[in-house]
């Protein structure tokens, strides 16, 4: 069972336009949602992340939005460059109690092609 | 800034072998995970440790074992390998206090033949 589900599969949009990906969770236990980002054959980098205390964050060009009510969350690339094309992956850690944070349950990915 | 290490970057292995991965987490950081992720698919959770001791366990298979250093180094120790257990794999590193972001290696790609 997928825990946090990720739309769209595959995103095409031209150099300049903003990319919009969107997440779902089950687990209201979640309280922590990174994106991370991934090249061909690269380890997955942290983007930027959220707590669902705020509905909002923005670093640069790239933003979360959140929907604590409705479990979702988005990631919005605005002015998106041919060098943003990747995978695109939301995350969240389930806590394994006690001193440390958990696994990450990634989405599915989004494929982002930007075309100059 | 240091970063997650891993090696081998790059690894062939014939069916039934055994193969060994190693991860150096960023220093200071205490806590490791395993991942491993398939063509086409997002990264599965396989095993964490938090000084030396194993602290979740994912989809691991029987045939994997793995293990925490004094050094906070983790090795996975992956036998009787099968052509299914190509794929990529990486070490994720955290810092437990406050620590939920976890930095991700290069990975180290198993082919398996």
């Known amino acids: 069972q997928q825990q946090v589900k990720q739309s769209p599969q595959s995103l095409i949009v031209q150099k300049g336009g903003i990319s919009i990906i969107n997440c779902a969770y089950e687990?209201?236990?979640?309280?922590?949602f990174p994106w991370y980002q991934q090249f061909p054959g690269k380890g997955p980098a942290l983007l930027i992340a959220?707590?669902?205390?705020?509905s909002e964050k923005k670093e640069g060009r790239f933003t979360i939005s959140f929907n604590k009510s409705a479990k979702q969350f988005s990631l919005h690339i605005m002015d998106s460059q041919p060098g943003d094309s990747a995978t695109y992956f939301c995350?969240?850690?389930?806590?394994?109690?006690?001193?440390?944070?958990?696994?990450?349950?990634f989405g599915q990915g989004t494929i982002l092609t930007v075309h100059p | 800034a240091a970063g997650v290490i891993q090696s081998p970057r790059h690894l062939i292995k014939e069916k039934r072998e055994t193969a060994t991965l190693k991860c150096y987490p960023i220093p200071r950081h205490d806590t490791v995970y395993w991942y491993q992720q398939g063509p086409g698919q997002d990264p599965q959770f396989l095993i964490s440790f938090y000084e030396k001791m194993q602290s979740d366990k994912g989809s691991i298979p029987d045939r994997f074992s793995a293990q925490q250093f004094s050094d906070y180094h983790s090795e996975l120790n992956m036998s009787s390998l099968e052509l299914g257990d190509s794929a990529l794999y990486f070490c994720a590193s955290s810092l437990s206090a406050g620590g939920e972001t976890q930095y991700f290696g290069p990975g180290t790609r198993l082919l398996v033949l």
């Open positions: 995350a969240a850690p389930n806590n394994a109690g006690g001193t440390s944070y958990g696994k990450l349950t």
């Open positions: 687990n209201t236990a979640f309280d922590y």
């Open positions: 959220i707590r669902p205390d705020v």
